[in-house]
């Protein structure tokens, strides 16, 4: 009997995965997806707690996509692994904190560890020649596949045409004139393969899923790192770095402003560990407050808690002070006005 090729493919959850992996599946090829979970792929949690998102599919869109492709998905936690990619990017980083080329180089190799445990042939990537301007131009694709390990076992099949002939194409085990030659920014092609195979609904394309590529996020997170004096980070700074208004006073701490219920209610579960302010005289929003601050610092907090409630205009609001496991603290302050809070305040 003749063995079944086996690949699998890196499944981001956008268009491009799903179609490179139905180029291969319709070869004969058995196709199974990895997906590899850093902890800044968090999109579908975002669009259920903002408002302005709540139209949005609230779904792991990798789980979709291979949902649609009726393949099995491996998702694999590597958000330990990965800080070093993010800290020690060896080819640096894209316009914002997206280490690109190497998050990429870096995927490749687990999935290249992955396949040779468990007795694939190749790999799948739904990369374009020119598509992004750091880890896929045609130049960098080499680059990524030798350093990866993964060499000839990476097939790119929506831009394969372009490339020099890889392992898979060599053995038979897919045709080369089945794959495709897709180069540039413009998703048309891709966008009419997909109509060609009845794909709907499908991610929209805007630097993917990743919260690295927002200009915004990673403004969050370079003042992290600078506050704290090291590049260090834990899940929770990633959830917190995309929800509320951020605003520093101080080096020695920052506030985080709720700006709608759904993030009220998703910052309510870090209540047990970050001192936290509500407004009692005034409806206003849940405010936490991160890192070490005097007692000062707190009346500063206050203060700028008390200008965003609805007492914005009174001489005086009332505060519910909470530090975790302690009793609440009463708090009254006259509201700062905007005019005293720097620009240099707002992460």
Known sequence: MTRQIKAVSLISGGLDSLLATRVVMGQGVHVEGINFFTGFCVEGHTHAIRKKDRAKPKRNNALWVAEQLGIKLHIIDVIEEYKDVLINPKHGYGANMNP??????????????????????????????????????????????????AGERLLRPLCAQHLPETLPEQKGWVKREQLHDFHGRSRKPQMALAKEYGFEDYAQPAGGCCFLTDANYSKKL??????????????????????????????????IIAREEGEVNFMQGYRNRFISMKTTSHSGPLVLVDGQPSEQDLQLAARITARYSKGKEASEVELEVCRPVEDAVQMKVKPLPVSEMPEAWFV
């Open 100 to 149: 690109c080329h190497d998050c990429k180089t870096f995927m490749v190799s687990k999935a290249l560890e992955w396949i040779e445990k468990n007795d694939f042939d190749f790999i799948i990537t739904g990369e374009v020649v020119g598509q992004r301007p750091m880890s896929q131009r045609k130049d960098t694709m080499p680059v990524i596949a030798r350093e990866s390990g």
């Open 222 to 255: 370079v003042d992290l790192w600078d506050a704290r004096g090291n590049r260090e980070y834990e899940m929770d700074d990633i959830m917190l770095l995309k929800v509320g208004r951020h605003i520093r006073p101080a080096q020695n701490f920052k506030l």
